[in-house]
């Protein structure tokens, strides 16, 4: 399978040189499509020094279809959906933009620089993204708050039900 | 004719009408009269088009594929020659500027590199693409590397090899239905796949559906040009209205298909009622608002478990099925406390009493009214759903009277246009109901109709003429009186038509339609 030859590849690749500020784990050794990634926030983020479990699942298809990103950590982000594997809006994972030569260092490159600067034009979350834009500082207390709640210590990946729902207070709006 | 002339032109021509348009329509025809093979239909056809006598008429030609393509191949050509570029490059400039061909040679003039590279072609070469193997190619999609791998590259120069191209290709084609705008599959390369390089890629049957989309984007780019929506048709039309004319005129197209729908918004012809018109009533058709009007006109909820009620008859002392509650009908109050005074409710003069009274008659007469129009347009709508049926007994018909009276083929053909006149009459009439249903009364409305009436009896006096029995019809007096209907009927369609056309075509100066526009707008 062609599919799986090249994301051996993209494998080594980032394990012989890791992109920063990330670290791999394949949650099965007999799955080769389903990756674990920890993104550590970067320094010059609002969410450093929060450590972010995100779930690639690569299609069958790929790469002529784009990998499948999920946040398995609840992040307060205007681009991201705020629950428990929160989904993630990105131009360059869309069908229609996806190129089968983008490796995924591009789009976990992408996601951390989405990390630093948040794109509030084009949210998932338009409330999250109107905060962003009129309260700022609003909006860095709250993701503050939801690092020091969800994103310390070790990431888990399987999230259970539930296990996010202390903070259904303030789950906000979803997108429409 | 001068007036008709006049009115056209404020239709269209004081509307950028681009100058390439009407050569677009001139070649066209141009390309029918020297055809190899002329198409009798097609003359009749561009004749009907190409008149404007009405002002409820509006100009258009219709376009079969292999016009639709040879339009793109004389573009494709002047452009080839003009820029001494390819003809698939010329193509993919013109899908660029959306076959605007004097803003692309102006724009190319001017600064060529920037556009080239803005339309996804960059440097332009003109050897022809190839496959080549290439010692030691690594392919970046699939990450193969083996020896004699063929692979193919854009003037770009990403290469990758030919089974991730076709794969690519095949995906972009079939699933996404893109083809104007396929970019090489490298990250942030914005070339666009040529028709050459793809025919040389991929199979004969996606290189069918590839140029099957092209010629669509190529229809749909064009705001003059819209398809026909037919189920199986292949033909588009051009016309020259646009969507900022739409409240004035309604552009009713007919296709060589036959198929009448109007060009603005593509539904079946719905002359004399303007496209924001139609939208709004068949939504308000199609809403049960007016299942909700229709409750609250005709029932109340019982003040205590709020189940709906319906009055069917009898007093006002009511009691509900459902909980036993006890009240009276008019002020809705407990039916103990009236008392004595029972069949006589006397809080029925309080002002509650009478505001909710008021509330409830308006929602009655709204009601009424729209049932009144809505019912004769649904059947109407009925009725010229029924004659389509009528159409093929007609044809039977007519081959039974031929036999039957030794009548000839011609002879029997004003079955045939009575039957066409039915048809299009009764569209026109349902459609007059929704209109009026948004009209404002004055002397206008009047004069509408009139016009309604008259057309109304003509075609129900000529559809039960149509309905007789062969045996009489084959009668020269009932066929004499079945034509003279048939073209009184036209007649009045015509008049009825050109009434509100040119109602219409004044727009808001004129009192007819401004109360319209007030009450849709509100």
Known sequence: MSSSKRITKELTDCTTTPPPNISITLPSDSNISLWHITLSAPAESVYYPGKFGIIVQFPLEYPFKPPQITFATRIYHPNITNETNGSICLSLLKTDNWKPSTKIVTVLEAIRQLLVEPQPDDPLETRIAEQYKNERKEFEKEARAYVSKYAKGQVKFNVVDGAGAAGEGQQAGRAS | MDTDDEFMSTVSSEEDMLPDDSDNDLSGVDDFGFDDEPDPDLDIHHDIGQKKRAPYDVKFTVYQPQDIQQQQDVLVNEVNMILDISKEEAAILLRYFRWNKERLLEDYMDRPNQVLE?????????????????????????????????????????????????????????????????????????????????????????????????????????????????????????????????????????????????????????????????????????????????????TKECPKCNSTIEKNGGCNHMTCRKCKHEFCWMCMGLWSEHGTSWYNCNRFEEKSGTDARDAQAKSRVSLERYLHYYNRYANHEQSARLDKDLYTKTEKKMVQLQKESGMSWIEVQYLSSASMALQTCRQTLMWTYAFAFYLARNNLTEIFEDNQKDLELAVESLSEMFEKPVNELADSKLKVDIMDKTSYCNKRRIILLDDTAQNLAEGLRSLYLSPVWLRIKS
Do not use: M
Request: glycine letters at 6%; one cysteine or more; hydrophobic letters at 30%.
């Open chain 2, 118 to 298: 803005a339309a996804g072609l960059s440097q332009t070469t003109s050897d022809p693409p190839k496959l080549e193997v290439i010692p030691g190619f690594c392919c970046d999609i699939c990450c193969e590397d083996e020896g004699g791998l063929q692979s193919f590259a854009l003037k770009c120069g990403h290469r990758f090899c030919v089974d991730c191209y076709r794969h690519y290709l095949g995906q972009k084609i079939r699933e996404e239905g893109e083809a104007a705008r396929i970019q090489c599959p490298a990250e942030g390369c914005n070339i666009i796949i040529d028709a050459r390089s793809l025919d040389l890629l991929v199979t004969a049957e996606l290189t069918e559906r590839y140029h099957k989309l092209l010629n669509r984007t190529y229809v749909e780019d064009k705001e003059t040009l819209k398809w026909c929506p037919a189920p199986d048709c292949q033909n588009a039309i051009e016309c020259g209205i646009k969507k900022k004319d739409l409240p004035r005129i309604v552009p009713t197209v007919s296709c060589l298909c036959s198929h009448r729908f109007c060009f603005g918004c593509i539904l079946n012809d719905h002359q004399p009622a303007p496209c924001e018109l139609v939208k709004k009533w068949l939504k308000k058709c199609a809403d049960d608002s007016e299942t909700a009007n229709w409750i609250s006109a005709n």
